[in-house]
Every structure is written in C-alpha cells, then in structure tokens.
C-alpha cells in the first residue's frame, strides 16, 4: 500500500472538512434567509415600493396584501373572522389568535 505523499493527505482533509461543514452552513444560511423573508420591514419596503400607503401589521393577510400589489384577488374562503374581535384567522383554526376566543366549527 502507497504512503499519501502531504500534498494528498492535504487534499484529502480539505475534501472532508468540507463535507462536514457545508452542509451545516447551508442550513444555517437557509434558516438566516427564511427569517429574512419573516421580517415585516421587508415587507413593508416591498409594500411602499409597489404603491401601497399603509405599513402591514401582523393582522394583515400578507399572501392577501402581496397578491393585491400583483392584482390578483385575495379568495376569502382560506380565513375566518373571529366573532368576538372580528380577526382574520385561517379556516380550519378552532382559536383566534388575537383573542383566543373559540372559533365556530367550519
């Protein structure tokens, strides 16, 4: 059996640190940039750019707001008003989650 000369042996260690950190990295970037895509300023920023005059509050639908600023209707038939507090929620929710009031079954 050869003896790796330190140049392989090298190359050989850079190959496996590699395969040990990239993945790593890669979901840590994935996480980083799906928080970014989270954040409500981006949201906003986008919103002002498109023509839209109110900031959007975590009441808002943002699918909802997003499809407005491409003019496409919003289907009201994927949310629930709260009858307490009169909150959008997503069908198929048993509580609000503004108010935690109990939602009708749907």
């Known amino acids: 059996m050869d003896d790796p000369g330190s140049y392989e042996l090298l190359g050989r260690l850079a190959v496996a640190g590699f395969v040990m950190i990239a993945p790593t990295l890669c979901f ?3 996480v980083r940039g799906l928080e970014r895509l989270r954040d409500d300023d981006v949201i ?5 750019a498109h023509g839209s005059n109110h900031d959007i ?10 499809a407005r600023g491409v003019g496409i209707e919003a ?3 994927s949310t629930v008003r ?3 507090c009169g909150t959008r929620n997503r069908a198929g929710v048993t ?3 503004a108010c935690q ?4 079954s749907s």
């Open 28 to 30: 840590l970037g994935l």
């Open 44 to 48: 906003n920023e986008w919103a002002r």
């Open 57 to 66: 509050t975590d009441q808002d639908d943002v699918l909802a707001v997003l």
């Open 75 to 77: 289907d009201d038939s």
């Open 82 to 84: 709260c009858p307490a």
């Open 95 to 97: 509580f609000c989650h």
């Open 101 to 104: 009031g109990r939602l009708g």
